[in-house]
């Protein structure tokens, strides 16, 4: 089954959380104010819980901060939009 999940951006403080999963909808809401290394942390951490709704909170952050160290050290960033090159099927 392919999964497009959609990414939403609202502002999230009253919930004081950084992001946040609606596992039935395939789709995650991002808190705007996040930048950089962190926004990448929470759109994977979030991405997670709908793709391993089964995982437990303290797995999901685990590998979310495993993933995003990986990605950030080789060196990703919210900059190129080029979709020339497909993804895997």
Do not use: C
């Not at 609202?10 to 950084?18: A, I």
């Not at 946040?20 to 942390?41: M, Q, S, V």
């Amino acid at each position: 089954m392919k999964k497009k999940i959609k990414v939403l951006y609202r502002k999230l403080g009253r919930e004081k959380v950084w992001g946040y999963a609606h596992i039935g909808f395939n789709e995650i809401e991002i808190d705007p104010t996040l930048k950089g290394r962190k926004l990448l942390e929470i759109i994977t951490h979030e991405s997670l819980h709908i793709l391993f709704p089964e995982l437990e909170e303290e797995e999901i952050e685990e590998k979310s901060i495993i993933l995003t160290n990986t990605l950030w050290a080789e060196g990703f960033r919210k900059t190129d939009n080029d979709k020339s090159l497909p993804l895997q099927k």
